[in-house]
């Protein structure tokens, strides 16, 4: 059985000068958890989160002793709601983006306006695939502005089947993305990327015959129509689905040795990273925020059932175990969805809560401390091309330590020819080769907060991998010793 190790940079790194790697990091204190659970809902759960709304579905009663689904928008951070379907049937509502919600309806894919009306289907591809084939259901599981995703079910000959399928509003016919065989399924799990003119790039999966006796999910990237599929299923993976995606990033798992992993692509079948941590046996990544990718953790030994909202930063042992956040009432819980807003990260989702017997919608939100910093308004890491120029920005979340006095650094690293350089007192840039304890701050004195800034911009450099980092230390020494805090973003310059 594996220890979960939790690394925690996000966003920001703290230097200790003794690490030992089998010590977890404790919980600190700049999560809070909120239960958005409507206080006249039985059960209620978050899908989606764009602009601070968050979409779900909230149980209510009906005529029957069973609960009726009900679509749900969140507009604040109360638990206040808003039933996008008036007429009480049972419905769902998936994804938002740009002011559109989507969902279902009964058996059919719907767009919702955020509740000014009753929201309007949408239509249904015009024909089947085989020739005696109808569709006969849809649900429209991706959004992204103005643009809408999922799939629709086609009754032929044969039997039932899924049918991936991309949306331009309700008055257009859908585009059919489904390549396969008619005997074969297909779905489109997310949507990113879309403007007016064009769809952005579709998620999900196809199934593709093993060649011996079994159709098997491959997780498969579109970019508007069925010819431009790309199959991301990873050598030696049995199955794979990718449910969400972000700038070049997609998210979702595939089936290794047996057990469902959570995965990262960056759209091919070779650029995956397993982000499955080294406790668990399954895990699942359903969305993704820049960086940042959420979903579920199920932990070697533990029941199936209980599942883990898990965050992670792009790799399997950089994470937050978001459900240890939670208190001890809540015994199984999910992350669907997250955003991140000038550091701020919001995860979205739901938690079982053994004390009233249901399932109540919740959100995880880490408020930043320190020092930020992003390049092209991204953290982590990005690519330029040779001559093409770059901004940096920087933000600072002084919290309760504002006035504190520190040092404050603005370095960067060129890792191919390790070289050192920082900003001075003056303005200037001074050069440390290859001793970052050369460096010197450029300012010394109380903390404050700073608004996300661009501080460089159209920055030209020569082929390397470059490491900004911005950053604060204590005591004021004016050299860079003691507790020191630093957020850093890489920089590839490519050949």
């Not at 709601?81 to 059919?108: D, E």
């Not at 109808?134 to 039997?159: K, M, P």
């Not at 689905?241 to 990033?249: D, P």
């Not at 200037?428 to 010394?444: M, Q, V």
């Amino acid at each position: 059985m594996g220890n979960c190790i939790q690394i925690r940079k996000l966003g920001w790194l703290v230097l200790f000068f003794v690490l030992m790697s089998s010590t977890a990091f404790a919980v600190d204190g700049r999560w809070t958890v909120s239960n958005m659970h409507p206080v006249d809902g039985l059960f209620s759960k978050i899908y989606g989160i764009e602009g601070g709304q968050k979409v779900g579905v909230v149980g209510i009663p009906s005529d029957s002793a069973a609960s009726k689904d009900a679509p749900a928008l969140w507009k604040g951070d109360t638990r206040e709601w808003v039933n996008l379907q008036k007429t009480g049937i049972p419905s769902i509502a998936y994804a938002i983006s740009a002011g559109q919600q989507v969902g279902y309806v009964s058996q059919f894919a719907w767009l919702w306006d955020g509740g000014g009306t009753v929201g309007v289907p949408l239509q249904q591809p015009e024909k089947g695939l085989s020739e005696n084939g109808i569709y006969v259901a849809s649900v429209a599981l991706g959004v992204s502005h103005g643009w809408q995703a999922g799939e629709a079910i086609e009754v032929n000959d044969f039997d039932k089947y899924k049918r991936a399928v991309l949306w331009h509003g309700a008055s257009e016919r859908p585009t059919v993305l489904h390549y396969g065989p008619v005997e074969s399924n297909s779905s489109v799990h997310g949507i990113y990327g879309a403007s007016a003119n064009s769809p952005g790039f579709q998620v999900g999966y196809a199934e593709v015959f093993d060649g011996e006796a079994e159709w098997n999910a491959h997780a498969t990237l579109w970019n508007g129509s069925a010819g431009s599929h790309v199959d991301m299923n990873p050598v030696g993976a049995k199955e794979s689905i990718a449910f969400a995606g972000y700038g070049s990033k997609q998210v979702g798992y595939a089936k290794f040795a047996g057990n469902d992993q959570a995965v990262l692509w960056s759209g091919s079948a070779s650029s995956y990273v397993n982000l499955n941590p080294a406790c668990a046996d399954t895990s699942y990544a359903k969305s993704i925020y820049g960086n940042y990718q959420v979903g579920i953790v199920y932990r070697t030994g533990d029941s199936e059932l209980f599942s883990r909202a898990w965050l992670w930063e792009g790799s399997a042992n950089k994470y937050v175990d978001l459900h240890e956040l939670l208190p001890p009432e809540y015994i199984f819980s999910f992350a669907e969805g997250i955003e991140v807003v000038d550091g701020h990260i919001y995860v979205v989702g739901s938690a079982y809560n053994y004390a009233t017997e249901r399932e109540e919608a919740i959100i995880w939100h880490q408020t930043p401390f320190g020092p930020m910093i992003w390049a092209n308004g991204q953290s982590g890491k990005i690519d330029v091309e040779p001559k093409q120029g770059f901004s940096i920005s920087v933000a600072f979340e002084a919290g309760q330590s504002e006035s504190v006095g520190m040092d404050w650094w603005f370095i960067a690293h060129d890792q191919q020819a390790n070289q050192w350089y920082y900003l001075d007192e003056q303005g200037k840039w001074g050069t440390a080769y290859d001793e970052i304890r050369a460096c010197r701050p450029f300012y010394s004195g109380p903390l404050f907060d700073i608004k996300p800034t661009v501080v460089l911009n159209n920055v030209v450099l020569p082929p390397s991998l470059y490491t900004v980092s911005f950053g604060v230390s204590f005591p004021s020494t004016g050299f860079l010793e003691g507790g020191v805090i630093l957020s850093e973003v890489d920089v590839n310059v490519k050949q």
